[in-house]
């Protein structure tokens, strides 16, 4: 059963791929009623991968585990009442279409409001809805590159490269995901349902800017619009004798603690402070490159830990899975599903009274749109899928992987 700080709140989710349905996931783990309403055919992100059924691979169950899939055909009017009588008895309407496809279909937020005054309404767009670009698509491979990761990665590797993970996607479900919840703290004040509205670009420029924007944000400019540590070529996972180590020598505690250790020569005014080395960083990152080759990663992280540096062997994704650390928190959670036990790594926050968990199992496509239906005191016949054309609709869809973000 649900116990988290979100039990009792209802979700209507229209959202696809990942960066709202990464948005309503926590909610279910924080004991949300998520109810997904996927199109026939189903969200695209069930076929970008293998997975053990058809339309059940790891990103689509780990995304939308624990929620509810209803199948309504929304070109179609009882596909529309149907959603009309969802809204009347939810909390929160989330979508990610883009603004004119989702008033054509006449659930705008006016539309929605109408029904519901007391609803949170929160649109995820690619470009904000006030800007010239509202109406473009945007995935995450565009939205990286518009808000300047490639370009920093150039400056860090020598080559234009995305960074390897949907970042935007990610970061904008987490942001609509605080959006949502202070709208709906809002309300628990005031009882004022609103609108809000979350976009990938103007998301993810703010992120970029957090530490980038440095001298650029002043007038006039004291310097171009970077932060020169992170940009520095000699900034990566050092080689040691017989593997790598990742290690920040960066503030003067840490900085003193390992010269009077290793290198004793480096104790000089020329490298005294940390105004100083970040002026020159790039050239420190050589310096200590080059000392870290003298011994094992082994060797290193014991003296490392002796000196309280922060320090780590570099992990691959699958280690994760195996890490004393995460398995000790309680991160991982095994669920039975149909498909079989799957370890979904879980819940990464902690409540002392009202606790999260993986919600449970991600949904078949359509496997709850009877269930739902009674509980509106719909008849579910016109607008459910059978077996038989469900499972068609999941083998027509197999070629939808490049689709994907």
């Known amino acids: 059963m649900p116990s988290g700080p979100l039990t009792g709140v209802r979700v209507v989710d229209l959202t696809a791929v990942v960066m709202g349905p990464y948005c309503t996931q926590i909610m279910a783990d924080m004991g949300a009623d998520v109810v997904k309403i996927e199109p026939p055919e189903g969200d695209i992100v069930r076929y970008v991968a293998e997975g053990p059924a058809p339309g059940m691979n790891g990103v689509f169950i780990n995304v939308n585990r624990g929620k509810r899939s209803v199948v309504l055909d929304l070109r179609t009017e009882e596909g529309t009442a149907t959603l009309r009588a969802l809204i009347e008895t939810a909390d929160v309407f989330i979508h990610s279409m883009r603004a004119k496809a989702i008033a054509k279909l006449g659930f705008d937020y006016d539309s929605v409001a109408a029904i519901n005054p007391k609803i949170i309404y929160a649109n995820c767009y690619g470009y904000s809805r006030r800007g010239p670009d509202a109406e473009r698509p945007a995935y995450d491979d565009t939205i990286q590159a518009e808000c300047g990761l ?50 990938m670009f103007e ?165 709850h749109t009877v269930e739902i239906l009674a509980e509106l005191g719909l008849d579910g016949a016109e607008t459910t899928l059978s077996d038989r054309n469900r499972s068609e609709s999941v083998n027509n869809r197999s070629f939808g992987a490049a689709e994907a973000g």
């Not at 310097?223 to 050092?238: E, K, S």
């Not at 490298?271 to 960083?281: P, V």
């Open 150 to 199: 490639p370009a920093v990665q150039k400056e860090l590797t020598g080559d234009a490269t995305y960074v390897a993970t949907i970042m935007a996607d990610k970061v904008t479900g987490l942001t609509a995901l605080y959006a949502i919840m202070m709208a709906l703290f809002h309300r628990e004040r005031t009882g004022e349902g609103q609108e809000v509205e979350v976009s």
């Open 203 to 367: 998301t993810m420029a703010s992120f970029m800017l957090v530490e980038h924007a440095n001298g650029a944000m002043f007038d006039p400019p004291l310097g171009p619009a970077i932060y020169p540590r992170t940009v520095a070529p000699n900034r990566r996972p050092y080689k040691t004798k017989d593997g790598y180590v990742a290690a920040l020598i960066y503030n003067d505690k840490h900085w003193n603690a390992f010269i009077a250790s290793v290198q004793p020569a480096w104790n000089c005014d020329e490298f005294a402070t940390l105004a100083q080395r970040a002026k020159q960083i790039d050239r420190v990152y050589g310096l200590l490159a080059q000392t870290m080759l003298e011994r094992t990663t082994a060797e290193w992280l014991a003296l490392f830990a002796e000196l309280e540096i922060p320090a780590t062997p570099i992990n691959t994704l699958d280690s994760l899975f195996d890490s004393p650390q995460l398995n000790a928190a309680g991160l991982f959670e095994t669920v039975d599903t149909p498909q079989g036990p799957v370890k979904f790594p879980g819940v990464p926050t902690w409540f002392s009274h009202t606790p999260g968990r993986v919600a449970g199992p991600a949904p078949l496509l359509g496997e």
